[in-house]
């Protein structure tokens, strides 16, 4: 079975600092990969995804990822984060030609004015 | 116009009842989902649907079962509410040709006293 890490459970920043949060899967094949975000008392956001093509991928709010085949990774970038980014982060692997998501535990993001 | 809604937003009962929670979806979608999130934010998907299979996880209590009365509807119903089933549940929708992007409801938050 697939599985997908995140590895930090718990990511406290201040306003303007530079945010890397990372995120692993284990599954060989073909994967759509995804990061959701989900601010607090809310229901969860797509913030960007991956299919094919270039491995930079751009989302919203100034986010963006990047696909490493090689590292089975796609961590989520911010250079400068702001204090409204305060929410869950949580990444998703779907198999090529499935249709139920892995998501990873979560990642917990406080920034701090 | 909400893509995916959720009835009710809040439910607290007592032990022992049987409530049910309705979802639906307004985006045409093949596919509807639902997820419990503990107090620890964990996500962890309880069944998929897609009109023609039901994939139920396996360590969901058979207490919990999904009802679709049609492709737009995806209801929860749960027998002898325990305690530990506190959470709150999330439905969502997605479609084959979006590569498995997951539109979620806006939540139900179960208390069980």
């Known amino acids: 079975a697939q599985s997908v890490s995140q590895h930090n459970h718990h990511v406290i920043l201040s306003e303007a600092a530079s945010l890397e949060l990372g995120c692993n899967y284990s599954?060989?094949?073909?994967?759509?990969l995804f990061w959701y975000v989900q601010y607090p008392g809310q229901h969860l956001q797509l913030l960007l995804k991956?299919?094919?093509?270039?491995?930079l991928v751009k989302g919203i709010k100034g986010f963006e990822a990047e696909f490493i085949k090689s590292k089975f990774s796609f961590n989520l970038r911010k250079p400068s984060v702001q204090w409204s980014d305060t929410a869950e982060y949580f990444c998703?692997?779907?198999?090529?030609?499935?249709?139920?998501?892995?998501f990873g535990r979560g990642t917990s993001l406080i920034v701090h004015p | 116009d909400t893509a995916v809604s959720q009835t009710p937003k809040y439910l607290v009962t007592q032990m022992g009842n049987d409530k049910s929670i309705k979802c639906e979806q307004n985006?045409?979608?093949?596919?509807m989902y639902w997820y419990k999130q503990d107090s620890k934010k964990f996500l962890k998907i309880m069944f998929s649907y897609n009109n023609k299979e039901l994939i139920i996880n396996e360590t969901v209590p058979n207490r919990f079962s999904p009802k679709s009365p049609d492709k737009a509807h995806l209801n929860l119903h749960i027998n002898s509410l325990e305690l530990g089933d506190s959470a709150v549940y999330f439905c969502?929708?997605?479609?084959?040709?979006?590569?498995?992007?997951?539109?979620f409801g806006p939540g139900t938050r179960l208390t069980v006293l």
């Open positions: 985006l045409g979608h093949d596919t």
């Open positions: 998703a692997v779907m198999r090529g030609g499935s249709y139920i998501p892995t």
């Open positions: 969502a929708s997605s479609q084959g040709g979006e590569g498995g992007t997951q539109y």
């Open positions: 599954y060989g094949g073909t994967v759509n």
């Open positions: 991956y299919f094919s093509g270039d491995p």
